[in-house]
């Protein structure tokens, strides 16, 4: 039975000759390696072979370096690393090295997320006998402002409940890049609490950032500024699918949000059940208030469009794109045909 990221330092003092990692959230698969590795060299494997398995990836040679271990070679940790689930002919080759692996050798193979039927198939077993599989799974929206709560103690850093949620918000579960932010925070903060404005001074230079920022002035109805931003953004060399990707995660967050208020539930219940950060909620209310259900069920169908064009799947102007749909955010009356839902 696959174990939990938590298990597994328990796990590795079971002394494993095997350890499978499966998951899709890339800081925490590497943290799990490196907890192994820090196990491993405690516990004397001294040697470490890494090797990328794609598709025509020759297993003899780790074949070959098993049987040619002398008496006197040092133990080994021998890392395989999949960009994808292993095919058939790969998954055999798997079972077999660990099936036979020795003592002195241990292997810690690392791939994508695995369903539940790929978790039973027999390669995957060869780890739960010979050690642990090690199951990772994301932090959940409501959860990532806890688990950077306690990322920043760990590091000594300290923020606001606010400061938290702006950057659970906008790190958009990118572990990867919250981890780095906190690093940056960490060395600007000079051993203070961190508030909302430290967050956005530290991340200014940061086009994700920007990108909230352009989608705040268009909220908050300061569409001229909007529309200065996204030049900006523009000439700065920023990719569309950057921005693209912000504006159509806003508004559908803000049609679920409006198809609430719609059916009777108050802006104020509604904010806070969504969790929006007090800071922030201000603007939510005026954007709720601003713009209707049905313009916000506009919107994000024609952000489904806008995400083809922003990757070269359809014809047309992106840019003027997003500014349509940054002035339909801020509430501007345009023409009949852009604020009906397109077929």
Not at 132 to 145: D, E, F, H, N, R
Not at 281 to 304: K, M
Request: charged fraction near 25%; glycine fraction near 4%.
């Amino acid at each position: 039975m696959p174990i939990k990221l938590e298990q597994l330092e328990s796990a590795l003092n079971k002394n494993p000759s095997a350890v499978l990692i499966t998951g899709d959230e890339p800081l925490l698969s590497i943290e799990a390696e490196d907890t192994i590795r820090q196990s491993m060299r405690q516990r004397g494997f001294t040697e470490r072979s890494v090797y990328e398995v794609a598709r025509n990836f020759d297993f003899n040679q780790l074949f070959a370096k098993a049987d040619n271990l002398s008496l006197f070679a040092e133990r080994q940790l021998i890392e395989l690393r999949l960009d994808k689930a292993p095919d058939k002919n790969q998954q055999q080759s798997i079972n077999e090295l660990i099936s036979s692996a020795e003592d002195d050798t241990c292997y810690v193979v690392s791939c994508p997320k695995l369903d539940k039927r790929k978790l039973s198939a027999k390669w995957v077993k060869a780890f739960e006998e010979r050690g642990c599989v090690v199951q990772i799974w994301p932090v959940a929206t409501y959860q990532l402002p806890k688990w950077l709560g306690q990322r920043a103690q760990q590091m000594g850093l300290s923020l606001t409940p606010d400061a938290l949620s702006m950057l659970a918000d906008r790190s958009e579960g990118n572990l990867l890049a919250a981890k780095q932010d906190l690093e940056k925070l960490l060395l600007t903060s000079g051993g203070r609490t961190v508030d909302v404005t430290q967050v956005m001074d530290a991340v200014a230079n940061n086009a994700r950032y920007n990108t909230f920022e352009l989608i705040d002035a268009a909220l908050g109805g300061q569409l001229d500024k909007a529309a200065r931003m996204l030049e900006l953004l523009k000439q700065e060399g920023v990719v569309p699918v950057i921005i693209v990707s912000t504006v159509y995660r806003e508004a559908r967050q803000l049609m679920k949000m409006s198809e609430q208020v719609a059916r009777g539930k108050s802006i104020a219940d509604v904010i806070k059940e969504y969790r929006v950060w007090s800071s922030r909620s201000r603007l939510i209310n005026q954007a709720l208030s601003r713009v209707p259900f049905r313009v916000w069920a506009g919107l994000v169908t024609r952000c489904s469009h806008l995400d083809k064009l922003s990757k070269g799947q359809a014809e047309g102007n992106v840019w003027d794109e997003i500014l349509t749909c940054l002035m339909l955010m801020g509430g501007k009356q345009l023409w009949r045909n852009i604020v009906k839902v397109p077929h």
